[in-house]
């Protein structure tokens, strides 16, 4: 099966910086873009960061500046390079793919369990 797995999470100060990493696995036969979205409670989840299979990034206008999206290809993997965080960054990060599998014609999404970012004095 194919699996989006995120780690990095954790608790951080106002102002402080975590990076989160998510690693996919399983039979790929390849990855498009990825991105990274968030869920604050009794919020819908929302699109943090985007990058393409040829790196173009594009970011939520509250994170532009703060947050860095990048990708390793050969090791399939996406980072979230976090900086400058606020209170209102605190919520769940989930990693998302676009994926065709071996022995697949389409593409298909995919999403990671999230991993808790909770920004707090």
């Known amino acids: 099966q194919v699996r989006l797995v995120e780690s990095g999470g954790g608790l951080v100060q106002p102002g402080g910086s975590l990076r989160l990493s998510c690693a996919a696995s399983?039979?790929?036969?390849?990855?498009?873009?990825m991105g990274w979205y968030r869920q604050a409670p009794g919020k819908e989840r929302e699109l943090v960061a985007t990058?393409?299979?040829?790196?173009?990034?594009d970011y939520a206008d509250s994170v532009k500046g703060r947050f860095t999206v990048s990708r390793d290809n050969a090791n399939r993997m996406v980072f979230l390079q976090m900086s400058s965080l606020k209170p209102e960054d605190t919520a769940v990060y989930y990693c998302?793919?676009?994926?065709?599998?071996?022995?697949?014609?389409?593409?298909?999404?995919?999403w990671g369990q999230g991993t808790l970012v909770t920004v707090s004095s």
């Open positions: 998302n793919g676009r994926i065709k599998q071996f022995g697949s014609t389409w593409w298909s999404d995919y």
């Open positions: 399983g039979s790929i036969f390849g990855i498009n873009a």
């Open positions: 990058i393409t299979g040829g790196g173009i990034t």
